[in-house]
């Protein structure tokens, strides 16, 4: 039995297999509208969401399984007290596949250690969001025909954003990767990924504060947003709310062909005028996300069609 934890769990080979199968159910959904038939997804939300949650029950609907779960720590009985390995085992009776958001790191890692069924992480506290990670790597594989030789710009909270974390781990094993790394001083990436990641692997990165001096460079924009939940005080994160605000005068600076990616949901971090510029793949890339999921669901069940 297989869970994702991370993006790492899977091989550069076995992604390309899943986008390869993730591109095929984009173009023949009919085909695989019964494959999970008779099968069950729990999804066991502890922290709000509505693309990672609504997009993961989309898909098992969409291959003809159904769905179960909460979408709120308050109703369930974690609000009794009850643990996340207890409540792991009570799903396994009730289901054959679970995703499972928690503000804790390594809550789903440790519900997986339990679980009598495939769990995949869908978000623990800032760590990571692999799921998320395969959605962005879908969009930008099928939008600019390939994933390595691009400089990404990576731009707003670097420090608490666990899809900033996962897109990193995932892509500095693609060849010709460059990241511009870009946040106010306060919002750094964290130096267990500076160091132990980009630095040990020899992958070219610059850190920088100001957007426009940069936006030139980049074949990808991934904006992101300022992660208020996971702040000590308010006022630090008002603070830091309004520092990059993606417009059309910044937009003069960017390539004809550079691609706006955000894991979304967006504050103020991109103006909505930005929303028609043919660059901003946003919108589209929610939609990828239910391919993949699709794809990672069937490949976790181990079902062929
Ligand atoms: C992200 C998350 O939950 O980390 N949202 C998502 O799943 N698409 C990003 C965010 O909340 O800012």
């Known amino acids: ?180 790394l870009i946040s106010p001083d306060e919002l750094r990436i964290p130096s267990y990924i500076r160091d132990d990641v980009l630095r040990k692997n020899n992958v070219e990165f610059k850190e920088v504060v100001r957007l426009e001096d940069v936006m030139g460079e980049l074949d990808i924009l991934y904006m992101t947003r300022v992660q208020r939940e996971r702040f000590f005080n308010e006022e630090e994160y008002l603070r830091m709310k309004g520092f990059y605000i993606l417009d059309k005068e910044k937009m003069k600076y960017a390539k004809d062909d550079m691609l706006i990616l955000h894991p979304l949901p967006r504050v103020n971090e991109i103006s909505v005028e930005i929303d028609d510029d043919p660059r901003a793949v946003y919108f589209k890339q929610a939609q990828y996300g239910v391919y993949v999921r699709m794809a990672l669901i069937l490949t976790l069940l181990g079902i062929e069609v």
């Open 1 to 180: 039995m297989r869970h994702l934890m991370s993006p790492l769990d899977f091989s550069v080979e076995e992604l390309d297999k899943l986008f390869d199968l993730a591109g095929d159910i984009e173009a023949h959904p009919d085909k695989y509208s019964k494959a999970c038939a008779g099968k069950k997804l729990a999804s066991a939300f502890y922290e709000p969401s509505t693309r990672t949650r609504l997009s993961f029950e989309s898909a098992m609907l969409n291959l003809g399984g159904n769905v179960l779960g909460f979408s709120d720590a308050g109703s369930s009985s974690a609000s009794k007290g009850e643990s996340v390995s207890d409540t792991i085992r009570i799903i396994s009776c009730y289901a054959d596949i679970c995703a499972m958001r928690h503000p804790k790191e390594g809550a789903p890692l440790v519900a997986s250690q339990k679980s009598l069924i495939p769990v995949i992480n869908a978000g623990d506290g800032g760590h990571q969001h692999p799921t998320q990670t395969l959605t962005d790597l879908l969009t930008i594989r099928s939008l600019k025909g390939r994933l390595g030789d691009m400089t990404i710009g990576i731009c707003g909270d670097l420090k608490f954003g666990r899809t900033v974390h996962s897109l990193i781990n995932a892509l500095i094993r693609y060849t010709g990767i460059k990241f511009v």
